[in-house]
């Protein structure tokens, strides 16, 4: 009889382990509440990615006549808008439908529950169903975190999962968090035409990146006219009488907008899913103990994405799944690569966009370890001069007895897709060599890659 493997939880992590594990042979059941794809198809990734690439088109629009064109004022269409990001999350969600179904996935629309250790539950529209499990894996992800001070209302007082696109376009939106999540949101309303405010609890924002890059996008920001609010921590909302917003910090300042968005973080989704009531030890919202599998101690219980408490990234927690099926059918007995989350490639989809993988140059410093840093800015390149967009940089971190590389960052365009070369380099302990000696095309951004190897 083949190995059943019930999933709860249809995002990256939940499919991929799903189409994963039927591929090698299991019976997946995989439920989900929503849209297979998950949160990141429907609210996170996918619609905070289309409403950024429509405000870059809009940018690059009005920028026409340094390119030599003259193309009339462009305007922002919030229902067109609407209509294209639908039209986005259907297309991913029919093709994922498609892979599972082909191979054979039972996928179940309702909300799961793990009722004892061998039986998993979902209550769908048709009633109560149960699902005898070998093994089960929980991808329920996660939902922005509502401070007790604020009270969002979808109107005027916004979570991530209000603005794609929201009803009106903020005249003066306040952005509240200035990590990653808070920064692209900037970015997007900033590049539609609202004036913005962020609120920056540190002296940096994107605190945790290397300061030489946060340095590039507040600069940015900046010269967009975008208001930073520094060293304040918020910790009060009022609806003013002109039905504006006001979000008070900690420092006295008060800053005044037509609306409030909250960026401050994600919790997991775990009430209700029943880990606790199989044994499944846990701290708080967390599971307690995870082993390098993402093994709860419940052994045949693994969690996976967000839940996870590792890295919230949505490639992380498709890598996840995959290992997770991998393991569940027994592929890992003797040679196994665990997942290395220091080693992961992320991106912050800002103009300029920003990615960085591996050892970053502030730490390297901070720990006192000796490293070659080698940066090339774009403006010496002639792609970049071609498309009119010098801004930014790359930068290599390496060893500097053996050239292995142990990191990097990209400021500039397409620092997203550039990143990937600098990722596999870290990933397969390459040389700085390997990467100076590729031919890689010309005119192309990528140029600066490999003059930075060099
Ligand atoms: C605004 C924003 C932008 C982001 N952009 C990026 C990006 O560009 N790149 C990137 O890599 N990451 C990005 N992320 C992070 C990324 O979205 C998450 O890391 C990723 O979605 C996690 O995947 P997951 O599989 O854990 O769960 P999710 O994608 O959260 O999916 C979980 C699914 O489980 C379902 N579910 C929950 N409970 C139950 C239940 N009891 N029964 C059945 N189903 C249930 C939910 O309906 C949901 O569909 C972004 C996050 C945010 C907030």
């Known amino acids: 009889m083949a190995l059943r493997f019930v999933i709860i939880g249809g995002g990256p992590a939940g499919t991929q382990a799903a189409t994963t594990a ?116 929980v991808s329920t992800g996660s939902r922005p975190r509502i401070p007790d001070w604020a009270a969002p209302d979808g109107d005027r007082v916004l979570t991530t999962r209000d603005a794609y696109p929201p009803k009106e376009l903020p005249e003066h939106l306040i952005v509240i968090g200035s990590g990653v999540t808070g920064v692209e949101f900037v970015h997007m309303f900033s590049s539609f035409g609202s004036k913005v405010t962020l609120i920056v609890s540190r002296q940096q924002v994107l605190p945790s990146k290397d300061p030489e890059v946060a340095a590039e996008l507040e600069n940015d920001f900046l010269r967009r006219g975008v208001s930073l609010f ?151 390149l002639a792609k970049a001069l071609i498309n009119d967009d010098p801004r930014g940089f790359v930068k290599i971190i390496s060893d500097p007895a053996t050239g292995v590389v142990l990191g990097g960052s990209i400021v500039g365009q397409h620092a997203a897709e550039l990143i990937s070369v600098i990722a596999l380099a870290v990933t397969a302990s390459l040389r700085v060599n390997d990467i100076a000696e590729s031919l890689f095309v010309h005119p192309a951004l990528a140029e600066a890659l490999a003059e930075a190897a060099e």
């Open 22 to 137: 039927a591929r090698l042979g299991a019976e997946v059941t995989l439920i989900e509440r929503d849209i297979i794809g998950g949160a990141a198809n429907l609210w996170d990734c996918i619609p905070s990615k289309a409403m950024i690439a429509t405000g870059g088109q809009l940018m690059q629009l009005r920028h026409t006549t340094d390119m030599g064109l003259n193309a009339g004022a462009a305007q922002l269409d919030l229902v067109a808008l609407r209509g294209r990001i639908e039209g986005i999350v259907d297309a991913l969600q029919a093709g994922n439908r498609r892979l599972l179904e082909s191979q054979g996935v039972n996928m179940v629309k309702g909300t799961g529950r793990i009722f004892d250790q061998q039986t998993v539950l979902a209550t769908t529209a048709e009633g109560d169903l149960t699902f005898e499990a070998d093994a089960i894996m």
């Open 230 to 380: 520094k060293g304040a921590r918020a910790v009060g909302l009022d609806h003013t009488e002109d039905g504006g917003i006001a979000v008070r910090c900690d420092d006295g300042r008060v800053a005044r907008g037509s609306h409030a968005l909250l960026a401050i973080g994600s919790i997991p989704n775990v009430e209700g899913v029943g880990l606790d009531k199989v044994g499944v030890e846990m701290n708080g919202s967390w599971v307690k103990s995870l082993d390098h599998h993402l093994r709860t101690n419940v052994p045949h219980i693994y969690v996976a994405g967000d839940v996870s408490g590792k890295l919230p990234l949505a490639s992380v927690a498709s890598m996840q799944g995959r290992k997770i099926a991998e393991h569940v059918m027994g592929l890992h007995k003797v040679d196994h690569r665990h997942i290395d989350y220091e080693k992961a490639a992320s991106a912050i989809f800002t103009e300029p966009e920003i990615a960085d993988v591996g050892l970053a140059e502030a730490d390297a410093f901070a720990e006192g370890r000796k490293v070659r840093v080698t940066k090339v800015p774009f403006v010496s």
